[in-house]
């Protein structure tokens, strides 16, 4: 058995829908798969009804933005409840500050004489967690750019004149939200962030696992990663970060994580669940 415990789709930055993704997942003979946008939980029914259908295990997921130190860092939230109340109030306030970000963006192209509407944004966004991807897919839609690199090297990226930063939450507050919801909070791709130091605060903090397989890591990193969690005692996981084709093309298949560490996973996310139903225990 073998999973991909990365993936994200038209709920945040992916172009596929829950069902493409499951299709996608059984055609590559994945037994498992978590689901994992940006800021959100809202795909994780649709896609767990999408693998009951399949015969595919289904992890629920997101990717939460946050930073440490100054760093943006991202933590996976695995196997969390997604009704639990305050994740989903929380969340909805980062999906705010992801809108009103886009409105920020858009008034900046603006002032650019670059003359995108954020409402074609929303539009084609679609989704509550909107971010830079649909900016630039919105000003290729509206020919006001070749290509999504063209949008992001212009105008995107960090320090671009229409980049503007993201209030994130702490990356304390984000495992502690993942944690009460039952979950289990991991951090993603290390090999990207380069901030190696973050690491053994964040473990302090009750982080349970770093993804040492990733697509963007070598075999060299993925090695490293794999010595830095046995020497902070952190579970391991893995997965493509396929964001379908709107990255390019589809890195699904990429990364193949071996079945035992999402039995280890599970079995944290049980003593997790135990302690969020009695947090004085
Ligand atoms: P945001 O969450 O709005 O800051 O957007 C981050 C998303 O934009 C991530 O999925 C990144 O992989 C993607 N991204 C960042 N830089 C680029 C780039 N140069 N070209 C394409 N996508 C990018
Ligand atoms: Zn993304
Ligand atoms: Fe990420
Ligand atoms: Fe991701």
């Not at 930073?67 to 695995?78: D, N, V």
């Not at 000003?139 to 690199?149: E, F, H, N, Q, Y």
């Not at 020497?231 to 035992?260: A, F």
């Amino acid at each position: 058995m073998i999973a991909d415990l990365h993936l994200h789709t038209i709920f945040s930055d992916g172009t596929y829908t829950p069902e493409q993704v499951v299709a996608e997942a059984r055609r590559l003979g994945f037994s498992t798969i978590a689901l994992t946008d940006h800021d959100t939980v809202e795909g994780c029914r649709a896609t767990a009804a999408a693998c009951a259908a399949a015969n595919l295990e289904f992890l629920s997921g997101t990717e939460l933005t946050a930073e440490q130190e100054g760093h943006e860092i991202h933590i996976l939230g695995y196997c969390l409840d997604i009704d639990d109340s305050r994740l989903l109030q929380e969340i909805g306030r980062f999906q705010q500050v992801r809108q009103n970000r886009i409105r920020e963006m858009v008034a900046r192209l603006n002032h650019l004489d670059v003359p995108l509407e954020a409402d074609a944004v929303f539009e084609l966004a679609n989704c509550r967690s909107p971010g830079r991807p649909h900016v630039a897919r919105a000003l290729v839609k509206a020919g006001l750019c070749d290509d999504l690199d063209e949008a992001f090297d212009r105008f995107l990226k960090k320090n671009r004149p229409a980049w503007v930063p993201k209030f994130k939450m702490s990356a304390a507050h984000a495992i502690e939200l993942i944690h009460a919801a039952g979950g289990v909070a991991v951090m993603a791709h290390p090999g990207l962030n380069r901030t190696d130091e973050v690491i053994p605060a964040m473990a302090e903090a009750g982080l349970d696992g770093l993804e040492c397989f990733h697509t963007k890591h070598s075999t060299a990193t993925s090695e490293y990663y794999l010595e830095l969690a046995d020497r902070h005692h952190l579970l391991v996981t893995g997965g493509s970060d396929c964001h379908g084709t709107s990255k390019g093309k589809p890195v699904m298949g990429s990364v193949r994580l071996p079945y035992q560490h999402v039995e280890r996973l599970k079995a944290r996310a049980a003593k997790r669940k135990a302690a969020a139903a009695h947090p004085s225990a």
